[in-house]
């Protein structure tokens, strides 16, 4: 999504657009019309002469905006329904229905899909903790009083997954501290060699950590690791990673660079920052010290959600309201890295409290007499014990990866 191309779709109409990529199958593009910037329009997925799927070409793209085209609001993933299609893959089209139109892919009016891939993500957290204590965190540790880890046998069970998953939608734990897990690496090596760009993970690199660790990241061939950075001031990182230590940190990094620069094939680096108006004149700084020192190939500014155990206190400190975020953005646009924005939400998101993100330790789950049916594609989770849940609805489903003799028949079938 880094170049825009505005010309036409085809000679003498004033519609432009463009598939970036598939996802699973999901197909995430964009289309708009110049003469009538404000009409949404509508794409429409072909397999032969039958629709599969079809989406509003209505949602915000910052690059769009950035590229002067209109108020930004021309982006869409559609979702190509699996009961539609073969068993192998299969070239699908993308129409704009209001013009009849082709959308094109690489120059090529067809994309491959496959249909074994039907899954969004599983973020399977191999721990339910984490070695910090940030203020700002989605989950509520106050309540954990022991690490519990996924066993071996879990994580091969859960590999059986990995096929439904498009690239980079495996994840190693998303709310925790993958690295408190001690068997982190070898769990890697399970994965099947040609699965690997499949998966990635985040961490702190809060912890004191040896080369060899380091060592066997670069040779694993994952998608991208993601580190958390939100400051290099030694005080600022004690109070926003609170028990964390930026010597120890900084070290980590340094060693980390310094190992991957010898590995070519090692996994690309990103940088997550949460922006607050603690480091709000920092961030720019982060962006060019983590491209130029320690090999990033992108950066995310993300917003803080608002989680009912932050403090009052905290928030009123530190986060950043709405009108800060066009001279960040600005500042960031007149670097010469890369990085993207995560936005907070346009209405009510000041004034909204959600609840905190303690899936983990969720006893009571509604099993309704019918199983339910959940729209496609799914996000899944997965817990240390191998439970499985729906992405928003944790509370109404759940089933044991150790349970299902076949799980992406299964879960197809929800």
């Known amino acids: 999504m880094d170049s825009i191309d505005?010309?036409?779709?085809s000679p003498g109409s004033s519609v432009s657009g463009y598939i970036d990529k598939a996802e699973g199958l999901s197909l995430v593009g964009w289309a708009s019309d110049r003469l009538r910037p404000d009409r949404r329009l509508t794409v429409d997925a072909y397999l032969g002469g039958q629709m599969v799927g079809s989406a509003e070409a209505n949602c915000l793209r910052p690059d769009l905006v950035r590229a002067g085209i209109g108020d930004g609001r021309y982006g869409f993933s559609c979702y190509v329904q699996p009961g539609e299609l073969g068993p192998g893959p299969v070239q699908v089209q993308?129409?704009?229905?209001?013009?009849?139109?082709?959308l094109k892919f690489n120059d090529q009016t067809s994309i491959r899909l496959d249909p074994a891939v039907f899954l969004?993500?599983?973020a399977a957290d191999l721990v339910n903790n984490c070695n910090?204590?940030?203020p700002f965190c989605l989950v509520d540790y106050?309540?954990?009083t022991k690490t519990e880890l996924m066993t071996e046998e879990t994580f091969v069970s859960l590999l059986r997954l990995i096929r439904s998953v498009p690239e980079a939608g495996f994840w190693l734990s998303c709310l925790h501290e993958p690295t408190l897990h001690p068997k982190l690496n070898r769990f890697i090596e399970l994965i099947p060699r040609d699965c690997r760009k499949k998966v990635w993970f985040t961490t702190n690199l809060a912890m004191p950590m040896k080369e060899e660790v380091f060592e066997g990241w670069a040779h694993s061939g994952l998608h991208h690791i993601n580190v958390s950075l939100d400051s290099m001031n030694p005080e600022l990182f004690a109070v926003l990673r609170k028990f964390g230590r930026y010597h120890v940190f900084e070290a980590n990094l340094n060693l980390l660079a310094k190992v991957f620069k010898r590995v070519p094939e090692a996994p690309k680096m990103r940088y997550i920052t949460m922006a607050f108006q603690s480091n709000l004149e920092e961030i720019p700084r982060i962006v060019e010290?983590?491209?130029?020192?320690w090999l990033s190939s992108e950066n995310e500014i993300r917003y803080t959600y608002n989680v009912e155990h932050i403090t009052d206190q905290f928030r009123k400190d530190h986060y950043l309201h709405r009108d800060d975020w066009p001279a960040l953005t600005a500042r960031l646009q007149a670097l010469p890295f890369h990085s993207v924005i995560a936005y907070p939400p346009e209405d009510g998101y000041e004034e909204t409290i959600r609840p905190s993100?303690?899936?983990?330790?969720l006893t009571k789950i509604e099993r309704p007499a019918n199983r339910p049916r959940f729209t496609h594609p799914l996000n899944l989770r997965a817990r240390p014990d191998g439970t499985l849940m729906v992405s928003k609805h944790e509370t109404?489903?759940?089933?044991?990866?150790?349970?299902?003799?076949d799980p992406a028949a299964f879960l197809r079938g929800l």
């Open 289 to 293: 010290h983590s491209h130029r020192h």
């Open 120 to 122: 969004n993500f599983i």
């Open 357 to 361: 993100a303690n899936y983990f330790d």
């Open 94 to 102: 993308l129409r704009v229905r209001e013009t009849g139109t082709l």
């Open 6 to 9: 505005t010309a036409p779709l």
């Open 142 to 144: 106050s309540g954990v």
């Open 396 to 405: 109404e489903f759940a089933a044991n990866i150790h349970a299902l003799e």
């Open 132 to 134: 910090l204590r940030c």
